[in-house]
């Protein structure tokens, strides 16, 4: 499967972006998929994750509340939901996938960049 993600920009604190990740090559439905993150100098960071029917999904603690993911199987996309946005937030977000076989996200497709202003 190829991932491609978008919908990143620059906001101001505070504000929302909602960014989208759009699936090919592969029967989607199979796949867990889940959203990274990376800021220069700093580690890669999951940011959610949702399972592959979408009834379930994890935020670690940085994000929840704040964040939501979800995915549309009919349409092979996932979305993130990003609300309340901190200058923190910034970096370059990228979808990923998981089979089921392996449980791992070594599927990724290209980033796109998220900048939050103060």
């Known amino acids: 499967v190829q991932l491609q993600a978008s919908g990143g920009g620059l906001v101001q604190v505070g504000g929302s972006l909602r960014l989208s990740c759009v699936a090919s090559?592969?029967?989607?439905?199979?796949?867990?998929m889940a959203w990274f993150r990376q800021a220069p100098g700093k580690e890669r960071e999951l940011v959610a994750r949702i399972s592959r029917g979408g009834s379930g999904a994890f935020y670690p603690d940085s994000v929840k509340h704040r964040f939501i993911i979800s995915r549309d199987n009919a349409k092979n996309l996932v979305y993130l939901q990003m609300n309340s946005l901190k200058p923190e937030d910034s970096a370059v977000y990228y979808c990923?996938?998981?089979?089921?076989?392996?449980?791992?996200?070594?599927?990724r497709g290209q980033g796109t960049q998220v900048t939050v202003s103060s």
């Open positions: 990923a996938a998981a089979t089921i076989l392996t449980g791992r996200y070594d599927i």
């Open positions: 090559g592969g029967t989607f439905r199979n796949y867990h």
